[in-house]
């Protein structure tokens, strides 16, 4: 089955320690995107990448990072530089990317990250 | 700053009803809408896609009103498995992300919806 998969589902961390979040897809799909939800809140973007080898800033980028060396994955690090990173992670991807930004975007099941 | 504005409810409901919530953006550039579902602690899924004339899927009817800048989500006949929180998402078709600030896409804080039996 297609789709998008992102492991693990709950992480916890100590503080002070980076965390890499998994986004697999294979929907051959040229976009993918990182969003965090927090309780009450509205997803907010954090980056996102139109192809292989580019990705760009969203909204709440700092305190992370990402790489994008293959077109079906799309993982996220959460550096200790983030200052508020309990939250629930958000993966998802497109057939395209800006500018043509129609077409609707697929979820992953996301990842509960927890600082203790 | 573009901003989607929703009613954050909740809105409860008895089963067999119908219940309809608006979503209101402030960009007038906006071009492309969608209604998502969210359950508790999942991720949002796509419920439908918003066109200029107003679309139909089953129970659900969604509209655009440009001229007022908010779009509608109608359920008839609620069941209780239509309880979930609705995301308004607008896009800008065209428009750039651009590095510290993604005007592309906004997504609503949605709206709690509990249908009770």
């Known amino acids: 089955d297609g789709g998008i998969t992102q492991s693990p589902k709950y992480l916890f961390r100590k503080e002070g320690q980076n965390v890499t979040l998994s986004c697999e897809q294979n929907?051959?799909?040229?976009?993918m995107y990182w969003y965090r939800q927090d309780p009450g809140q509205g997803l907010r973007l954090i980056y996102y990448s139109q192809i292989v080898n580019d990705f760009q800033k969203g909204d709440i980028a700092e305190g992370y990072s990402v790489s994008r060396e293959k077109k079906e994955s799309f993982p996220l690090t959460v550096t200790s530089a983030q200052k508020n990173p309990t939250a629930f992670y958000l993966c998802?991807?497109?057939?395209?990317?800006?500018?043509?930004?129609?077409?609707?975007?697929?979820f992953g099941p996301g990842t509960r990250l927890t600082v203790l | 700053r573009k901003e989607v504005e929703q009613d954050p409810g909740p809105f409860n409901v008895p089963e067999g009803a119908t219940v309809a919530f608006n979503c209101t953006y402030s960009?007038?550039?906006?071009?492309?809408f969608f209604w998502y579902r969210q359950d508790c602690r999942k991720e949002p899924k796509l419920l439908m896609s918003?066109?200029?004339s107003g679309n139909e899927d089953g129970r659900f009817t969604a509209q655009l009103n440009r001229a007022s800048q908010y779009i509608s989500l109608l359920i008839r006949d609620s069941k209780l498995s239509d309880s979930a929180t609705y995301l308004c998402?607008?896009?800008?078709?065209?428009?750039?992300?651009?590095?510290?600030?993604?005007?592309?896409?906004?997504f609503g804080k949605g709206t709690h919806l509990i249908i009770q039996p």
């Open positions: 998802a991807s497109s057939i395209s990317g800006p500018p043509r930004v129609y077409n609707e975007q697929f």
């Open positions: 929907l051959n799909h040229d976009a």
């Open positions: 998402v607008v896009n800008i078709e065209g428009g750039a992300y651009s590095g510290g600030g993604a005007d592309g896409l906004t």
């Open positions: 960009n007038s550039a906006s071009q492309s």
């Open positions: 918003v066109y200029s």
